[in-house]
């Protein structure tokens, strides 16, 4: 089981950029791929990034060219650095954890992922 925190929320007019910080805990850090997600009002929860144990990335294309996924391995902490930012951008993000061993983390697979952060709020509004 890995524990997560979400930090970083808050509002900000279209173009403009937040960055969403996520501590993580687990005795085990094998395998592990991890993402964020983003659920607007009325929408199923999305995956719009991950990153897997040996650092690759993966992102949804709505948000390649907007958002960077990082993870710093020794603070435990994952980033989601989000520029350019647009009204449909806006809903609640979550960081999500699983096991995988293939190193494939399978973004678009919601229900594959295992343990979930409690959420950050993310307005974007002029």
């Known amino acids: 089981q890995v524990e997560l925190v979400e930090s970083g929320g808050g509002a900000v007019q279209p173009g403009g950029s937040l960055s969403l910080s996520c501590k993580f805990s687990?005795?085990?850090?094998?395998?592990?791929?991890m993402a964020w997600f983003h659920q607007a009002p009325a929408y199923e929860r999305k995956g719009v990034a991950s990153i897997n144990s040996l650092g690759i990335t993966d992102y949804e294309d709505s948000v390649r060219a907007r958002f960077t996924i990082s993870k710093d391995n020794v603070k435990n902490i994952l980033y989601l650095e989000m520029t350019a930012l647009k009204p449909e951008d806006t809903g609640i993000y979550y960081c999500?954890?699983?096991?995988?061993?293939?190193?494939?983390?399978?973004?678009?697979?919601?229900?594959?992922?295992?343990?979930w952060g409690q959420g950050t709020q993310v307005t974007i509004s002029s």
């Open positions: 687990t005795y085990n850090t094998a395998d592990l791929c």
């Open positions: 999500a954890a699983r096991r995988a061993p293939s190193g494939h983390c399978a973004l678009s697979l919601t229900h594959l992922w295992d343990d």
